[in-house]
Structure formats: structure tokens, C-alpha cells
């Protein structure tokens, strides 16, 4: 547990002395209250987090998604809520790519996967979102540990799966129909730049270095789909594997959703 205004260890966020009555912990470094947000409604701590308030990052990851069993600041378990999130959001990312491939241009390889049985479909995307996902939090945890000397991995991907849940917002199209791969084009640059804020926020690094830790991560989740398990899993394709246009399958990495945000304007204007 830490302060959320100047993250400073501390024992306790607050002392109770019956149910309805608390009282907060002040920080010894700063003289503010340790943890504010132990008295806010959850709602509130929601819009906090969506004006990327550095207090409520800090809140969420150090001081309640973790297991309460110990006061050591270097407890580093992943909450089950967190994992539930984490599930969440790659379930939802299988049928977001779903419908990007079936919206969008038709390639040899689009074409080549959707001729396949519905359950066979459903398993390649699940594979591919799995890979990604997996990668992606990987590479994140390693050059956080190379440049910044960063211990605690599953705080940070604790971090990384609250600011992409972002994500979650093209499920409006269930309700209204729009371009899918514009939205997902804008909904991945509102994800990078909120991964980027929270990087900031919970590695206290630069915006150089967090935005250096992101790029490189997209393009090693890119490069591991690209050219390990995309030929795994299509070596049954009969289409020229190098022919295939492949920025279209699985979340976007940052250049292909620069490319696709281009190309869609251009076709618009």
C-alpha cells in the first residue's frame, strides 16, 4: 500500500472504529490523506480514472487490487477481478476482430477463414487474441524490467489491463451500426495513449520511455503473430502465406492502425 498523492509506502490507509466510522490515514512524507478514494463512491473513482488521474491509478493498483493478507508493498499478486477483467477483454477482442474481418476488405485470407466452420473461425481468433494479449504484457514486464529496473510485474499488468479497457467500448455496436474498422483504428490509439498514461502514472517514468515500452511491445505482439503462430495455424492455407494482407487479423498494431485510419479517411473524403 502506498500514498496515492506522493507514493509513499504506508502501514494502513485508514483506522476503524466501528462499521460507519472510519478515519483516514495521513501520510507522514506529504501530510495528505494516504488513500482518499477509501470514502468515494465507485462511480466517482470511474470518471477519475477515464480523466486519467494519477490518485485513482495508483488507488486501484497498489492499494486495492491486491491482496489485503499482507501490508508488504511488495506483494505482487494479480486480484481475481483482475483476471476476470483480463478475460473479459480478451473474449470481447475475439469478436470485435470477428467482425473487423468480416466488415472489412476481403483478402485471400479473409476469404480462406470465413469459408471455415464457425468453430474453427472461433478458435483461430481466440488463439491469435490469446497470443497477442499474452505478448503484449510480456514485453510490457520485460523492458519495464530492463529500462526502469521494475519488480513488481503484475502490478503493471494490473495497470495495463484497467487503461485497455477502453476496449470494451465498441461493444456499443450491438446497439448502433457503424464502421468497424475506423472504430477499432480509434479505439486502438485511445487505448495507446492511455497505456502510455498509465505507464507514467505507476512506473513514475518519462513519457519517452513509456511511449519507447509501448511501441516496442506492439511490434513484438505484431512480429510474434506475423511470423510464428499465423504460419502455425494456416500452414493448411493454400493462399502464398507472404501474399497475405495480415494488419486486418487480430488487434491492430500501432502502425496498422495508423495505415487504417488513412486509408479510411482517404476513401471518405
Not at 139 to 146: G, P
Not at 158 to 184: H, N, Q, R
Not at 219 to 233: C, E
Amino acid at each position: 500500500m502506498i500514498c496515492i498523492e506522493c507514493t509513499e509506502p504506508v502501514s494502513s490507509l485508514y483506522t476503524e472504529y466501528s462499521t460507519d466510522n472510519i478515519r483516514l490515514t495521513a501520510c507522514s512524507k506529504c501530510n495528505k490523506f494516504a488513500d482518499k478514494y477509501i470514502e468515494h463512491d465507485g462511480v466517482l473513482i470511474f470518471i477519475d480514472l477515464l480523466l486519467l488521474k494519477k490518485q485513482a491509478y495508483r488507488h486501484l493498483v497498489f492499494n486495492v487490487l491486491t491482496p489485503d493478507t499482507s501490508p508488504s508493498t511488495t506483494n505482487d499478486n494479480l486480484h481475481p477481478r483482475v483476471r476476470r477483467l483480463f478475460l473479459l477483454i480478451t473474449l470481447f477482442e475475439v469478436y470485435l476482430t470477428w467482425a473487423q474481418v468480416e466488415k472489412g476488405p476481403q483478402t485471400p485470407l479473409t476469404r480462406y477463414l470465413l469459408g471455415l466452420p464457425i468453430i474453427t473461425q472461433y478458435n483461430y481468433f481466440l488463439i491469435i487474441c490469446l497470443t497477442e494479449a499474452v505478448t503484449w504484457h510480456i514485453s510490457v514486464r520485460v523492458m519495464a524490467r530492463i529500462l526502469l529496473g521494475w519488480k513488481r510485474p503484475n502490478a503493471l499488468s494490473t495497470a495495463l489491463l484497467i487503461s485497455s479497457a477502453t476496449k470494451l467500448l465498441p461493444i456499443l455496436m450491438i446497439i448502433w451500426d457503424y464502421d468497424v474498422p475506423l472504430a477499432a483504428a480509434l479505439v486502438g490509439w485511445a487505448v495507446n495513449f492511455n497505456v502510455v498514461e498509465a505507464l507514467t502514472i505507476v512506473l513514475s517514468c518519462s513519457y519517452f520511455k513509456a511511449i519507447l515500452i509501448t511501441a516496442m511491445s506492439s511490434i513484438a505482439k505484431g512480429a510474434v503473430s506475423r511470423f510464428i503462430f499465423m504460419p502455425i495455424l494456416l500452414n493448411d492455407c493454400d493462399v502464398e502465406f507472404p501474399s497475405l494482407d495480415v494488419s486486418a487479423i487480430g488487434q491492430p498494431t500501432l502502425f496498422a492502425q495508423v495505415f487504417q485510419l488513412i486509408k479510411t479517411y482517404a476513401e471518405r473524403v
